[in-house]
């Protein structure tokens, strides 16, 4: 069922034509897919939103329906909203006069400016780039090759031959588009704006094209393209190069180059966020009678002192070595896991040796530590 066209608008009925005339810009401007490209009813709300406006904008169309509501409006030369295009309608109602510059600057420009439509934007590029560990915790300049269209030398990306240029549209004369008008009876005016064939919305056309490019103003090329990755990238992020994409026809702006980040795993780290975990391997009698061991950390060597009866899932933390906070400041920690090792296989000597220890060793000796369990959660704690 149709809605009150006052309740469309948001106006009280006994509103003037001003307060009619504001109501709309102001949904026309919400409704446009430029100002809100998110909404999929916008074309919807924007003809109910301009049929009610085309009844209660008229004196005589208005003053029926206030009478006799919509059976008041029977038999009057209303517009078909539903049979006519989104871009027509803005056209119906405001003609490319005062009310488009609104509408123009509250969605950043969604019309063709003067003097045609800008040169088309090149493509956006996509590649990969696999790193080490260390590179993607301290950053690198790596350099990749990409395939893409590049600016033509012998035009300089106009387009144009040698000694030719670009020349004003014979058919839209430089506006980049054509208009067809048509009357609507006692409403006004139909207005269709389509995009101009000859030049395609550029409003210039190229009389000579360039013999390397044909006109493009671009040729296929592979070029090394320097990527500075920053500190503390992680795997299957990807960084956006602005502008080293593809070049654009006719001296159109380059398109984005993306860049799928690919960490291969270290033999001895894992990452955890902004954390190192490194486990650090020890002999149960190292762990017993205490040690002291190297670790070749990323970022220099350091050791970690045991003390005697160092259990199997001792944290040994080490605060700002590990991976650099990638949207802010300072640095993760790098967390030493301790892993008790118990040989697999003894001798009969061993064996006997081991026999005596556990018969000289009570019970209590071998009390578990309770916090065995807080020790391993913490590691993965961010």
């Not at 090759?145 to 839209?172: H, I, L, M, Y």
């Not at 409003?203 to 320097?226: F, K, N, W, Y």
């Not at 802010?328 to 220890?357: A, C, H, M, S, W």
Request: net charge negative.
């Amino acid at each position: 069922m149709k809605r009150d066209y006052y309740d469309v608008l948001g106006v009280p009925r006994d509103a003037d034509q001003q307060a009619v005339k504001k109501a709309f810009r102001k949904l026309a401007r919400e409704c446009h897919p430029d100002v809100n490209p998110g909404d999929a009813d916008c074309e919807a709300r924007f003809k109910e939103a301009a049929e009610a406006y085309e009844v209660l904008s008229d004196a005589d169309t208005r003053a029926a329906y206030d009478r006799y509501g919509f059976d008041g409006l029977k038999g009057r030369p209303l517009t078909d909203f539903e049979h006519v295009g989104f871009g027509d309608l803005f056209n119906i109602f405001f003609g490319g006069g005062m009310f488009d510059s609104v509408l123009r600057d509250a969605a950043g420009g969604w019309g063709a400016a003067a003097g045609g439509a800008p040169p088309p934007r090149g493509d956006d590029v996509e590649t990969a780039l696999r790193l080490t560990l260390a590179e993607a915790v301290f950053g690198a300049a790596k350099d990749v090759e990409v395939a893409t269209d590049v600016r033509c030398e012998g035009c300089d990306g106009s387009g144009a031959a040698d000694g030719s240029g670009r020349e004003t549209c014979p058919q839209c004369h430089g506006s980049g588009r054509m208009r067809e008008v048509s009357s609507l009876g006692g409403f006004g005016q139909f207005v269709r704006t389509s995009t101009c064939t000859v030049c395609r919305g550029r409003g210039s056309i190229v009389r000579e094209p360039c013999t390397t490019c044909l006109g493009t103003g671009r040729v296929p090329a592979a070029r090394t393209v320097r990527i500075e990755v920053p500190a503390g990238i992680a795997d299957g992020q990807r960084l956006r190069l602005t502008g080293e994409g593809g070049a654009g026809s006719q001296g159109g702006r380059s398109g984005d180059l993306y860049v799928n980040i690919t960490v291969e795993p270290h033999e001895h780290f894992v990452r955890d966020g902004d954390d190192l975990l490194y486990r650090l391997d020890v002999t149960m009698v190292d762990a017993a009678l205490g040690t002291t061991a190297a670790v070749e950390a990323l970022d220099g060597d350091l050791e970690v002192r045991l003390t005697p009866g160092t259990q199997s899932g001792t944290v040994k933390v080490f605060k700002n070595r590990g991976v650099p906070s990638l949207h802010g400041y300072g640095r993760g920690d790098l967390k030493v896991v301790v892993n008790v090792i118990v040989p697999k296989r003894l001798t009969p000597e061993q064996r006997e040796l081991l026999e005596t220890f556990a018969a000289a060793t009570p019970p209590e000796a071998y009390e578990a530590d309770p916090s065995f369990l807080d020790k391993v959660r913490s590691v993965f704690r961010r």
